[in-house]
């Protein structure tokens, strides 16, 4: 049997009447960026189209429950599903232990309040390094924002009410 990787699709969705969002923390820009533009490079090749695709922007990480709920409850942007991506890296303190553990934990409530897809798209890496491989950024490394995307039109098309 062959062995799934990480991500791996099981069949080819078409998303062409999925409207989705993209809410991306500001912080590592450049690692944020490529995990953006992967997510939408995916996303499209699963037929989404473009301006289906909302991007919006907040101040870091911690901010992205916030926004994701308020994204998936706004009734004239009727989204199937969100990627909050936000790229955390961790510092001398503890600072960076908190926001991990309360953003995946708050994002998960988003998803079960709103019964709307949350696809977990926040890196939390201990280097630099560890952050922008996962973003494609080293050679021949995988963008996990491809993954983000492919999720993103899987399950509100496998789970929608
Ligand atoms: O501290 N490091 C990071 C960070 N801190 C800011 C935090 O998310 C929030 O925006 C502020 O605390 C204001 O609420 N946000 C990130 O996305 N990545 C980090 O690596």
Redesign the pocket.
Same mark, same amino acid.
């Given at each position: 049997m062959a062995v799934q990787g990480l991500g791996a699709i099981d069949q080819q969705y078409d998303g062409s009447a999925l409207r989705i969002g993209i809410v991306h923390?500001r912080?590592?820009k450049e690692i944020i960026d490529a995990l953006v533009a992967g997510a939408i490079k995916k996303l499209k090749a699963f037929n989404v189209k473009e301006e289906n695709i909302i991007v919006q922007s907040v101040?870091?990480? +911690?901010?992205l429950p916030f926004a994701s709920r308020s994204l998936l409850k706004d009734e004239n942007l009727k989204l199937d599903a969100v990627i909050p991506i936000?790229?955390? %890296?961790k510092?001398s303190t503890m600072? +960076?232990e908190y %926001?991990c553990d309360s953003v995946t934990h708050a994002l998960m409530r988003v998803q079960e309040e709103t019964h709307k897809p949350v696809i977990f798209g926040v890196l939390t890496c201990l280097t630099e390094e560890q952050a922008r491989k996962r973003a494609g950024l080293d050679p021949g490394m995988h963008n996990h924002g491809e993954d983000w995307g492919a999720a993103a039109v899987e399950m509100p098309l496998k789970y929608s009410r």
């Open positions: 923390a912080w590592n101040p870091g990480s +911690f901010e936000g790229v955390l %890296i510092g600072h +960076f %926001i």
